[in-house]
Each structure stands twice: as C-alpha cells, then as structure tokens.
C-alpha cells in the first residue's frame, strides 16, 4: 500500500460504499481516458497486493496524434533543396537512406524528387558496369560446374567445363572420398558403386589446370571454388595448380545484383539461385544463359555509362 495518501479503503469491488465512478487505470486506459492520482484502495482479506482506484471524474481525455497541431510536432525548419532549391520539411536522412542501396549518407540535403532521380541515375550507371562486365567475360572465359557428395562437407563427383562459345572442354566423373548424400543420389543418380572406376580428384586436376590457365573462369557461387580448394586440400594437393594461373569469379552475385529484386528487410538484392539441372554440362550452359542475359538485354537499353543527361545542379550528387 501507499501509506502517504488519504486513500479511501474498500473490501472489495461490490463494497456499498464505492462510488460507481471509482475505477482501476486499466478501466480508464480501456475508454481512452488518462487516469488522475489513486483516491482510493480495495484491501481484500488474503490478498497481500492492494488494487487503486482512481476517481473518473478527474481523468483527463486522450488526445490523438491527429488531433495535435502539425506546428507543434514539427522539429525540423523547412531544408533548401541543394539541387532545385525547393523548401521541405522532410527528414531528408531518412528518405535518402530509404531510397539508396548502398545506405550511404548523402553528400548533400536534397529533396525526395531530386535524390529519386540521383538514386535512378545511380541504378542505371551500376547495370550498364554489370551488363559491360558480362561482355567481357562473354567474349573469353570458361565456365565450370560441379556435382557434388551434398551440402554437408561436399566432395566432388563431376566436373564439367565449357568454353565461352558453349563448347564442351570436359565431362569427367570423379570418384568421391565417401558416399554422396541420399538427395545427391536422387538429384544425379551417382553412388561409389556406380561411378566404377571413375579417377580421383587429383588425376583430373592437371587437365582442368590447362583448360583453365591464363582465362578468367567462371563458376555459379563462391561455394564452388571453396568445394575444389578443400577437395584437393584433403587429398594433400597443392590447389595453387588452379588457382595461381586463371581469374576465378562466381557469377550468380553479380547476377542477382543487375537482376534487381530489391528486399526491402535486409536492404539488398535477392539472391536468383540456379536451377540444377541433372548434369554438369546443362548447368555451364545455364550459367552461360544467364551470363548471355546480362550481356545482352537491359531496361535501360544499349547507352553507354552515363549518357543519361541531368541537371548540372544534380550531377555532383551521384557517387562514381
């Protein structure tokens, strides 16, 4: 209890004594009302905690937050545009950094239409580095696919490699150091058993180090060239026979990147996996399909970087 009060005491909620306007704050919580100091207790017989009572007559409405002149929940003055000018008193912070992708402070105040069009323009300039990126690799690069045992400590089972042409340079079996997982048995129909008398890893790395030797090589995502180092890493074989003479880069990353599907919760572009097929060979050719895509079409068409013409007040505020 709170003995520095002169609170009136009840037995209980149906006491006669109690005035039908004495309520709990809950109750005046419930109709929308902010509650005044208690002005009286209920004290029930083996109940050690008190319910106070506050008397309704003396709460005061809750006002809504559209109820509140806007002059007095504004607290920032109207911000110049550094671009056009226009007066706002937008949280610039904030809608800048909803619109950009890389959530960098922006180097100057500008408004919602302006730093759209910067964002746009940005946007525009970071495919068309993309699109050029996949015709380059287009032009000259190999492409290389793996089957593998499954997700948890993966070892080989296939190797595939084609040529920037769609050719194929290798298709080769390679007996794995255990058993593959049964949903890598049932997606490429391979065991220990079947792959007969399919050589080892380092038999085949030789003729893929000079397929691959002075060319930038091309595989679906970081966790290939991971699979092809600890491969050779368990058979005590010096990866450096692959690694130290070619270029290697995963293509998916920057796929997903000039694809464009934004999330909006973790503040990036959604991942676009590649749909295995049921050898390697068909998935060179469909990471050679999605390298063809980007290099071949855009929303943006066939500009050249930066063609697109801003104001001159505009064109400081795009990041290069």
Known sequence: ????????????FDDPAKPDHYVTKTQLVARGLIPGDPVAVIVRPKQRKPIYLSDRH???????SSAIPRSTTTHQPPIACAACGTMGDHDHRIILDSLRTDRAEPPAPVCAACFAACAAEERRMDVQALRAQAQAWLAACVIVALKTTGDDDPD??????????GMVLMQQ????????????????GSTLAMGGDAPDLTEVVPALAAIVHG??????????IDT????????????????????????????????GN??????????????PTHDVIGDCLALRAR????????LYGGCGIGAVALPASLTPLIPH
């Open 1 to 12: 209890m709170r003995p520095d009060l002169p609170l009136q005491r009840f037995l209980g």
């Open 58 to 64: 003396h709460a005061i409405p809750r006002q809504s």
């Open 156 to 165: 080989i089972l296939e190797l595939g490699v084609i040529d920037h042409t």
């Open 173 to 188: 079996r390679v007996t794995p150091l255990w058993e593959p997982e049964p949903p890598a048995v049932a997606l490429h």
């Open 215 to 224: 060319k930038t090589v091309l595989v679906a995502e970081q966790d290939d």
């Open 228 to 259: 092809l180092i600890n491969g050779l890493d368990m058979r005590d074989h010096d990866p450096r026979i692959l690694l130290d003479h070619a270029t290697w880069c995963d293509l998916l990353e920057p796929y997903s990147d000039w694809f």
């Open 262 to 275: 934004w999330d909006d919760r973790r503040r990036r572009y959604r991942w676009e996996p590649l749909v």
């Open 291 to 298: 390298l063809q895509e980007m290099a071949a079409w855009s």
